[in-house]
């Protein structure tokens, strides 16, 4: 019974050091009131006239949450999904419009969990590719790392956008 009470409490502290952190002291980069939650399981920047999917690819909006896993792709599937889900025209986001929801109050994810809750700490794809290093494109890492150049063949998660391109 004792190592059980052990195992458990080493489970929590894990689970709990896993949370996301936030430091108010730094001013939000990422601010709810300028969204507009829709009904649909997206939200609308409304300064920049884009619409996000508030779930990564994989996941579902139940009307609070994300529920399910991820799936990750590689950079041309995830192009390819991109072009062909649901009833908008749904693209990677540009490496400027991904970058624009890293929230640097945040960690582990650094981004606005109000905004898009249950965001895996892990890499997102851009829809741009590194100009002069051929196979390679950029990503954003919501754990720690910032913008990253990967491999195509590499698989990372997707969080689909349209509107301006």
């Given amino acids: 019974m004792t190592r059980f009470i052990l195992l458990l409490s080493l489970w929590m502290c894990n689970n709990f050091a896993l949370a996301q952190q936030c430091d108010v002291s730094i001013p939000a980069t990422t601010r709810s009131a300028d969204y507009f939650v829709n009904?649909?399981?997206?939200i609308t920047d409304l300064e920049k006239g884009?619409?996000?999917m508030?779930?990564?690819?994989?996941?579902?909006?139940?009307?609070?949450?994300c529920t399910g896993e991820a799936i990750s792709y590689d950079?041309?599937?995830?192009?390819?999904v991109g072009t062909t889900s649901r009833q908008h025209k749904w693209r990677?986001?540009?490496?400027?419009?991904?970058?624009?929801i890293v929230e640097q109050q945040c960690?582990?994810?650094r981004i606005?969990?109000?905004?898009?809750?249950?965001t895996p700490n892990a890499v997102f794809w851009t829809?741009?590719?590194?100009?002069?290093?051929?196979?390679?494109?950029?990503?954003m890492d919501f754990a720690s790392e910032g913008l990253i150049i990967a491999d195509q063949s590499a698989r990372h998660l997707v969080r689909l956008v349209y509107g301006r391109d």
Avoid: V
Wanted: proline share 7%; glycine share 8%; with cysteine.
């Fill in 39 to 42: 009904d649909d399981g997206s």
């Fill in 50 to 52: 884009i619409t996000w």
């Fill in 54 to 65: 508030r779930c990564a690819l994989g996941q579902e909006w139940d009307g609070t949450h």
């Fill in 75 to 80: 950079w041309h599937q995830a192009h390819k």
């Fill in 92 to 100: 990677l986001p540009s490496l400027p419009e991904l970058a624009s």
């Fill in 107 to 109: 960690q582990m994810p």
């Fill in 112 to 118: 606005n969990a109000q905004l898009f809750p249950d």
């Fill in 127 to 139: 829809a741009n590719h590194k100009l002069g290093s051929q196979g390679k494109s950029y990503a």
